[in-house]
Nanobody
Framework: QVQLAESGGGLAQPGGSLRLSCAAS????????TGWYRQAPGKQRELVAT???????NYADSVKGRFTISRDSAKNTVSLQMNGLKPEDTAVYYC??????????WGQGTQVTVSS
């Protein structure tokens, strides 16, 4: 089992910044890739960014150049630095830990609201 604890999020103005963190505990060695997904009201959940255990990153086109995903292996934490926030970034953000085999694990979600 893997447990994911998300923190960060909240309210930001357009153009502002927020930082999300996802701390993993449990059978961490089974995790291959960790990512952030988001779901806005009335929309499907979508990928925001992922990072593999070796550090390879991937971003949705909509956040490239604005968001940065990183990992701290010593703290078993994956962070998402969000700069240049736009109202369309408003969503519930979820951390997801993927394994090579078997189902992955979702965090509980954290709300990000971008509004003036």
């Amino acid at each position: 089992q893997v447990q994911l604890a998300e923190s960060g999020g909240g309210l930001a103005q357009p153009g502002g910044s927020l930082r999300l963190s996802c701390a993993a505990s449990g059978r961490i060695s089974s995790i291959y890739r960790t990512g952030w997904y988001r779901q806005a009201p009335g929309k499907q959940r979508e990928l925001v960014a992922t990072i593999t255990s070796s550090g390879t990153t991937n971003y949705a086109d909509s956040v490239k150049g604005r968001f940065t995903i990183s990992r701290d292996s010593a703290k078993n934490t994956v962070s998402l630095q969000m700069n240049g926030l736009k109202p369309e970034d408003t969503a519930v953000y979820y951390c997801y830990a993927e394994r090579l085999t078997g189902p992955g694990y979702w965090g509980q979600g954290t709300q990000v609201t971008v509004s003036s």
